[in-house]
């Protein structure tokens, strides 16, 4: 029989081992992971461990310890377990150690759930005692923070307890070791807490938080975690003290003597109280304080010492208040009503934007690119001229920095601002070029430059052309000199991008077309020539396209990606013709589109995932677990993978247009892989898997053969899928894939046509799963999307209409454009939104989709007008203009589809819009305003024609123009005689600008001869009242009448 061993022997045989695994050495970690495998296998092994917590002299010894006593818990003897609650109390009276003492926290936290309270209440008795003595508070606040964490609901009974020593940690004045474990055990305890112990907890933390970030700034800034903490378990807690919450805040974020880390860290309180509670500010009249607190930071001086990361090369990821301000204004525009916003804000911004700070100028420009998510409408609505001013000095400013943060606010601007931003652009381009660059053969390197020029050649787009001779030659230069070709292929890209006709000169595809042979700029190269595409690099993509396929072998997902842009290129080029190029690219498509699996483990033993609780399974891994080896990573759900699926969706999207039959013999497969991202962890991926199962729908299928079982399963799904996604994100992409179809060349069955309208329906009425859901009412984001996903199947419904009719399917056919079927669906949630109070988009929109059916309806809309009638009568009162502009938009639609169904007093069109005309001043809803009145028939002209040459001319919804010239020139010379001037007046600009389609514009022309020799007085009269310019263009095109007066 062997001789037993003492525990002091064992302990010490394992602690030897212990210090073997701490050595920087493979072999010998192998060879003691196995010795001390077999060590704690022994009767003896578990106490000898747990003598090396109690007596190891090394802190990391003792640490490694406690980990593997926690983690074989179960394997352990019963009379070992009932004892280790002791030891551990023996254990944390002597540690030192803060990791260990981390550990031993874990140990508690783990014997708790083990055993319950009984194993519990020795170390708890621990934590009492500690907490008189000053010395120990901090370890003792800290055991009861890692404990909550990790065994919270089973300590519930000692909340009054733990709650006494934290407000006791809060009042420890001087000592921020104790300040910062006391806010973060805190932290830890807020989810069980009553709201008002809650409240009445802040004042104290906010006042421990001010001590802590004077005496230690690091942990302050850690320590600010626990006011996001407030806002996550209860945000209505916070709103009774949120000025000195706010005072906090700003003061931090606002002091140029703090490090940047802290400041970025109160602004990031800032931006995440700006999502949650947004309007609590409004309400308690914060917002000016809060915004006069941001321009601080945002506007500071320009340090050359310590620059803004986008100022220096490899600045990226550094902390920056300046960008921190920036997003919690990102973060209130969305959060905000825009007007109420922007009304405290611009006139704040006018000082800066004027002054003369370069860092003021820039943080004003940077606060515009921070509004144009949120508030990019409203910025177009009323201040366009106030935003194109900044851009156009913005622009044009000596400071570099300056010009590159306007370059970045127009990027985000630009869809808002079209088309003013294109002179805008064109102003700016001559002065890019010339003061940038001395000659076009010496192109400056420096990034800032060519970001402004990228952004200023996307904005002009088309309008580039003129330019182009000087863009050309400078971006040439640059492909020529290694240390531009990076800048010069990115501005070439962007210029690929936005201009669709780019005629480049064969030196610079050559130039390009070596560059992708190979070197460092060759996939940046490859991605240049797939956006160029076939009109410029031709047949030059097959070779790019082969070499991209090489590249992609080494499974770079970059390499991929370009890859498969060139392979979307090359179908454009081929269309059909790229059959004989499939087998070899779809493997890499299908590849694109499939999850990578786990990566295997490393090759440095991760001896400590072998010391688990077998019967448990692997417990997760702690901080605390881990030396010098890093857990085997999983595979991310998003990261690489995401963007990458997503590219390859879109590459699929462009294969299944341009091919058509050529992909019918690999429909199965690429279903089956589209299939299986429907169910991936990313909306967005899920989203693009969607709308590829729209192409695939309809993949070269003829217009006269029916669908196949593959058609027939994409379409199965698609629609599945879009009444059982749960995020409205993937759900726009669903509707995105119905669209596909119902777009040419999709050609969709007939009786495909009935389940789509009823899936659209739904999607309107909210009987989906995503719209189903209950979000949180303040969710700004997630309400904006739910109003995109109905507004886009609203877009689709007319399409619907159409289809049907053009097949024959019941309900439509002879005038109707839409099933009335399917409007007596929607109608009760389109009212219901049309009389919406909180939300003027949802009204807008509601009027708009109402026109829209309502006219493709027909006669067939008669039925409905008894509940339309008395919705748009308060419509077209509402006081947002959109509304009412929408809301006459629909009655002129409807009037028009219905004939002389309002002389029976069911649609009192006429009557709103001539009422209306008398009190409504110039723009939109006056142009819709007349628009309507002119579709309604049996109108009493008369009466009418006054009234419509009175609000005359069209000046901003041109659409109106022509029907409402056309019933002028219906009038008759007879009627319009005697209103002469104004009629001039009336269809003069459209005249003169060219607006109107040439056959209305020679009858109204004549009608003008006809009316100016017999009114020669009053026709001058007419003339005279135009804009000069207008007047001579109209001069001209009637010189026969005007020359001979």
């Known amino acids: ?126 934590i009492q005692e500690a907490a008189k003595d000053p010395q120990k508070m901090e370890v003792a606040l800290r055991l009861v923070g890692v404990a909550v964490g990790v065994a919270g609901p089973a300590l519930s009974g000692f909340s009054p307890a733990h709650l006494r020593l934290c407000r006791g940690g809060l009042r420890a004045r001087g000592d921020p070791k104790t300040l910062g474990a006391a806010l973060g055990t805190l932290g830890a305890l807020l989810g069980t807490l009553r709201a008002p112990i809650l409240r009445s907890l802040l004042p104290d933390v906010l006042e421990a938080l001010q001590e802590l970030l004077s ?51 109160a602004l990031g309180t800032l931006t995440f109280l700006a999502q949650k509670r947004p309007k609590a500010l409004l309400r308690g009249g914060l917002l000016p304080l809060l915004l006069r607190g941001l321009l601080v930071p945002l506007c500071a001086q320009i340090q050359p010492e310590n620059p803004d990361p986008e100022e220096s090369w490899g600045g990226e990821g550094r902390p920056c208040p300046r960008h921190g301000a920036a ?28 002054g003369g700070s370069a860092g003021g100028r820039k943080g004003a420009l940077l606060a515009l690119t921070a509004l144009a998510r949120g508030c990019g409408p409203a910025l177009r609505r009323r201040y366009v001229g106030v935003v194109l ?42 002065r890019i070029l010339g ?43 640059a492909l020529e000199a290694p240390a531009g070709r990076e800048l010069g292929l990115s501005a070439l890209h962007a210029l690929a991008c936005s201009c669709g006709s780019l005629p480049l000169p064969p030196s610079i595809i050559s130039t390009i077309s070596a560059l992708a042979r190979g070197g460092e700029q060759q996939l940046q190269a490859l991605e240049v020539m797939a956006a160029l595409g076939p009109a410029q690099v031709g047949e030059g993509l097959l070779e790019a396209l082969q070499v991209g396929l090489g590249l992609a072998e080494s499974g770079d997902s970059d390499a991929t990606r370009v890859t498969l842009a060139l392979l979307a290129a090359v179908s454009e080029l081929l269309g059909e013709g790229t059959a004989p190029l499939l087998p070899r690219v779809l493997p890499l498509l299908q590849g694109a589109l499939r999850p990578p699996p786990a990566l295997p483990p490393s090759d440095a033993p991760d001896w400590l995932l072998g010391f688990h609780d077998d019967e448990e399974g692997a417990e997760p891994m702690e901080e605390d677990d881990v030396i010098e080896w890093a857990e085997p990573e999983q595979a991310e759900v998003g990261g690489a993978f995401s963007g990458l699926a997503e590219a390859a969706l879109g590459a699929l999207g462009e294969l299944v247009e341009n091919c058509g039959s050529a992909l019918l013999p690999h429909l199965e497969p690429l279903l089956a892989a589209i299939l299986d991202l429907t169910q991936f962890p990313q909306c967005r991926v899920r989203g693009a898997a969607y709308e590829a199962l729209g192409s695939l729908s309809c993949c070269g299928r003829a217009p006269q053969t029916g669908p ?27 509707v995105g894939g119905v669209g596909r179809i119902l777009q040419p060349p999709g050609h969709a069955p007939p009786e495909w046509l009935e389940p789509i309208g009823r899936a659209l329906c739904d999607v309107i009425v909210g009987q989906i799963a995503c719209l189903r859901a209950n979000g949180d009412g303040d969710d700004e984001e997630e309400t904006s999307q739910r109003s995109e996903l109905r507004e886009t199947a609203s877009d689709w419904l007319p399409e619907v209409g159409v289809a049907m009719s ?65 919705a748009f009568r308060l419509a077209v009162g509402d006081a947002d203009p959109e509304v009412r502009a929408n809301a006459f938009y629909a009655i002129g639609r409807i009037g028009e589809a219905v004939g002389h169904a309002h002389q029976e007093g069911a649609w009192p069109g006429a009557e709103l819009c001539c009422h209306a005309l008398r009190g409504e001043g110039p723009g939109r809803v006056r142009d819709n305003i007349l628009g309507a009145l002119v579709r309604q028939r049996g109108a009493p002209l ?34 319009l005689l005697p209103h002469l001037p104004k009629f001039v007046g009336a269809v003069g600009p459209g005249l003169a600008l060219q607006r109107l389609p040439p056959e209305l514009s020679q009858s109204l022309l004549a009608l003008l001869r006809q009316m100016g020799g017999a009114d020669p007085r009053h026709f001058r009269e007419g003339v005279a009242s135009l804009d000069p310019a207008h007047a001579a263009i109209l001069g001209r095109m009637l010189d026969d009448v005007i020359g001979g007066q």
Request: hydrophobic share 45%.
């Open 435 to 477: 003061e940038f660059w001395d000659s076009p053969n010496s192109p400056s390197p420096d990034p800032k430059s060519w970001f402004v020029l990228e952004t200023l050649l996307e904005a002009l787009g088309e309008g580039v052309q003129p330019w182009l001779p000087q863009v050309l030659p400078r971006i040439s230069a």
């Open 327 to 354: 997003q919690v204004l990102d973060a209130l525009a969305q959060g905000l009503p825009p007007e109420k916003l922007l009304k405290e804000l611009l006139p704040l911004l006018e000082g800066p934007a004027r």
């Open 942 to 975: 008369p009466q009418v024609l006054p009234l419509v040459l009175g609000a005359l001319p069209i000046s901003e919804d041109f659409e109106e123009e022509e029907p409402v010239l056309k019933f002028l020139l219906g009038a008759g010379p007879d009627m």
């Open 1 to 126: 029989m062997a001789a037993s061993v003492s525990p002091k022997m064992a302990a010490a045989t394992l602690e030897q081992l212990l210090e073997e695994l701490l050595e920087p050495d493979s072999a010998k970690i192998r060879q003691a992971s196995e010795r001390l495998r077999e060590a704690l296998m022994e009767p003896d092994g578990p106490e000898a461990l747990a003598e090396v917590l109690r007596g190891a002299e090394r802190p990391q010894i003792r640490h490694l310890a406690a980990v593997l006593l926690r983690r074989r818990l179960r394997k352990f003897p019963s009379e070992l377990i009932d004892r280790l609650p002791h030891v551990l109390v023996e254990a944390l009276e002597r540690e030192t150690d803060s990791s260990s003492r981390g550990s031993l926290a874990q140990l508690g936290a783990r014997l708790l759930l083990l055993g319950g309270l009984k194993f519990w209440e020795p170390v708890e008795k621990w």
């Open 215 to 265: 005496l230690d700034e690091d942990r302050g800034a850690d320590a600010l975690e626990i006011l996001d903490e407030f806002l996550e378990v209860n945000p209505e807690s916070v709103i009774p003290h949120l000025r000195p919450l706010l005072e906090l805040c700003l003061q931090v974020a606002g002091d140029e003597c703090r490090g940047d880390g802290v400041r970025v860290r």
């Open 389 to 430: 001013g900044a851009l156009r000095a913005g622009l044009g400013d000596p400071d570099g920095a300056v010009r590159g943060a306007a370059a970045a606010a127009l990027r985000e601007l630009r869809e808002e601002l079209e088309p003013e931003v294109a002179p805008v652009a064109a102003e700016a381009l001559p």
């Open 708 to 734: 196949s079982p593959a058609h027939q399963g994409a379409f199965r799904a698609l629609l599945e899928g879009l009444r059982a996604e749960p995020e409205v994100g993937g759900a726009l992409g669903a």
């Open 806 to 870: 053009r097949v024959g399917v019941a309900g439509t056919g002879r005038g109707v454009s839409f099933p009335p079927r399917l409007f007596r669906r929607i109608l009760p949630s389109l009212l219901a939104a049309l009389a919406d109070p909180a939300h003027p988009g949802a009204r807008s929109w509601a009027g708009a989709v109402i026109g829209q059916l309502g006219h493709a309806l027909g006669a067939e809309a008669t039925p409905f007008l008894p509940d339309l009638g008395p």
